[in-house]
Each structure stands twice: as C-alpha cells, then as structure tokens.
C-alpha cells in the first residue's frame, strides 16, 4: 500500500480486500502487487580487472598490468561470485533489496463515501 500515490510502499496484505480495506481507512492510497529483488552481488571480470588495476596503479607506472584469456577471468570471475553466494548463505546475510523488482496492478482506493463511512463507523 502507499500512500503517496506509488512513490514508495509499505505493509504487506494476504489479500487485495485486506489491502484495500486499510487504504480506504487511511483515506485512500495506492495499492499493488510489488515483487522483492536481491541485491546484485555478482562480479565480473571487468570489474575485478578494474579493482586490481587501480590498487596497483603506483606499481604499474608505465608497465604492464597482468593478463589472462576472456577464459581465465570468466574462470576467475565464477569462483568470486561461488564465494559470495557461499559467505552469504553461511552468515544467513539478508540479499533482499529494499526497492521492488516489479510493480504491478497498481490501483488507487477512494476513500470511503461519507454514507459509508458513517453506516460503518
């Protein structure tokens, strides 16, 4: 439910009737199916390429930095992310994003006529 028109939501409903019995309390408010996302913890090689390359730019100079194949890194890159998902796991670390992966059916619940409002209160 949000009550800011879809900016942001909060509280979470069993049902669309429960969802919108709140809002019509709160005076109406958006309601919507929002699906959580983890966060992206993978890595890359480039980004690990990158990483490296800038702790070692002062030894660099006007070197040479270290090469692999596209293989190599991909290699590289896979035990990176196999370690995360592990530490991750093991710590029981919550991956859930605070922002929604996906927003849908959104629909915006008047808030209840004054006649129903006074029968019901």
Known sequence: MSLDRGDSYSEEFETREQAAAVARGYGGATIAECQEQDFDLTIDFDDIHELLYCRNETQIGEGDFITCT???????????????????????????????GAVRNEEYINPPKETEASANG
């Open 70 to 100: 596209r293989e190599q890194g991909d290699e590289l890159a896979r035990e990176i992310n196999a370690t995360i998902d592990a530490w991750t796991e093991r710590h029981r670390i919550n991956r859930t994003a605070w922002t929604f």
